[in-house]
């Protein structure tokens, strides 16, 4: 028999909610547009034709209704990959985990998730106002350290030439888009390698009163050269989706809408009309 998953591992609120998501099995679709901002759900849950359900927790913000037909979830996350390992760990557990036995379920459940977020830009010719799929995703946080990701092929290639490009004391860990999502959504859209950062600021060479320990980041990621993708763009989300996307056996793709060039040092003014035109293509392409 299998041993039920303890309560004090997998926790379910009093209502039978899941703790940090505060949501219950069968109130989450199964094709899933991820944001970090919380606001940013219902500047693209009012395209809706009807919104079934609203939750939320934290930075956690859930909306499941319909587009077009299509039965749609859009949650936000909040920033970072630590917000990652408890977003994707409760909403594959919504899906593949018996909440009264508590064991996993024997038919597993693969979900479609693509996220809509902000990025910066480290290649000059990358402006801001670009529409980014990310066709890998390199994390530069330590969220890995903690699972058993298998590391192969071009990944990482990538993984060891940021390794030492920047002499960095372990070696990150990159993974490939769901090809599926990034033909199917990413078609019209620059593509490349995208850095998930532990931080905003130093950690993406920023610097405002401290210095960064790699002032140069953007220039020596920018200036790898390896196979068919360069490495574009930073953001703090990404890797860590792809990553654990990936164990848990989900289509994952992170679109990202470049509002800064780190380069030539431009902030772009309207992040909203540039975000609201890549939710718009979003919405279509899982309607159809
Ligand atoms: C930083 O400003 C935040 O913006 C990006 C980064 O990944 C980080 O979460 O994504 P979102 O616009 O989706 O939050
Ligand atoms: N989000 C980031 O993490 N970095 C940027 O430069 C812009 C958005």
Redesign the pocket.
Known sequence: MIRPIPESELIINPDGSIYHLNLKPGQVADSIIT???PERVEKITRYFDTIDLKAHKREFVTHTGWYKGKRLSVMSTG??TDNIDIFLTELDALFNVDFSSRTPKSKHTSLEIV?V???GSMQESIPAGTHLASAYGLGLDSLMVYYHLPQHGMASQLAAAVREKLGLPYTPYCVQASWKLLARFGESMQKGITVTCPG?FGPQGRKVRLEPAFPEIFNLLGSINLGEYAFTNF???TAGYYALGKLLGHEVLSLNAIVANRINQTFISDTEAILDEMILHTLEKFSL
Do not use: I, P, Y
């Open positions: 944001v970090g901002d920033m970072g996220r977020g902000t990025s905003f953001e703090m989300e």
